[in-house]
């Protein structure tokens, strides 16, 4: 099975490759992004069936990262454009703000399959085609919205999957996949950072010393998930030692501390059950990145802020549960 391949300084003057340089790596064509090394994979010919093809596959892998409900035939566009802007209530009107962008990308969709039949006929069809024209549009439109979405787990909108549908029909093919290393590489980042802040914060608490080698190699398992697409033949290898990582993280058994002996000592009490909980919130985070192979930035920065304020104080903040499966 393949590795991710970290670039690590040796010493403060060590020069790396630019950014995008390919090599092959054990056989196997990598190329640099973000200090990782990421497995790259043939790109298709950029012809109308190979964007179909990408465009549905995009949309399937947005409505299976975003809250439920939105995935709106595209033949109700109408019926879900009038009833978004019919709606005064905030709350009900973002939930048919995003109900109308899922319908937005079906249509889409739709318009570009029955393009590839008219060209699978023999009928040429120009960029500047209506049918082009209303599909690029329907795109646009559905990113727009795409700031309203949350992500299945409520904390944040992933912005960057609304995107990748109009890029796919708007740039080369080639262009589109070299944008989706960057991602990746920026995925692995987040990744990394994650695991450095569980590794800081609870390898310092004696009851979670043990806490290093369970995140490494989840973080490890989550890297090499970022780079593989489901379509490759380690992807069997790749989820079960993901979800078998993850599931050893989440049954991570503090070790059995003697009992302070109050504030004479000045120690700090740490409320063990707040750290399992946290430590399964980082779990959580780290999976919902590899899946969508897409930075949560905002998701990451307050996990950061809960594990700081878990050291400090011994309690971790609240955090919502995420949105029911």
Known sequence: MSNVHRLEPVSNHDTFPPEGTRRIINDTERVLYDGYWIKTYPVPGDSLQAKKQLIEALTRRLFNHTEHGLNIPGCRLGEARQSYQAESDPGRRRVKAAMLAGALFNRATDIFRKLVELQADGIEIHSDDALMRECGQCLL?????????????????????????????????????????IKIGQSMRDIDRIAEVMIATFSRIPAFAAIEV????????????????????????????????????????????PKPLGERTGRLLYRVSDGLQLI???????????????????????????????????????MPAPLPA
């Open 141 to 181: 439109d559905a990113m727009d919205l795409g700031h309203v979405v949350l992500h299945r787990s409520g904390e944040e909108g992933i912005d960057e999957l609304w995107g990748e549908p109009f890029r796919a029909f708007s740039v080369p093919i080639e262009e589109f996949y070299e944008n989706r290393y």
């Open 214 to 257: 369970p995140v490494r190699d989840f973080a490890c398992a989550a890297r090499i998930k970022t780079e593989t697409l489901r379509t490759d033949r380690d992807i069997f290898d790749v989820w079960s030692q993901l979800v078998t990582a993850g599931e050893r993280l989440a049954n991570f058994t503090p070790k059995p501390v």
């Open 280 to 318: 399964r919130n980082g779990r959580d985070l780290v999976f919902y990145i590899a899946r969508a192979r897409t930075p949560m930035p905002k998701s990451t920065r307050e996990y950061t802020e809960r594990c700081e304020a878990y050291l400090a104080t011994g309690r971790a903040p609240f």
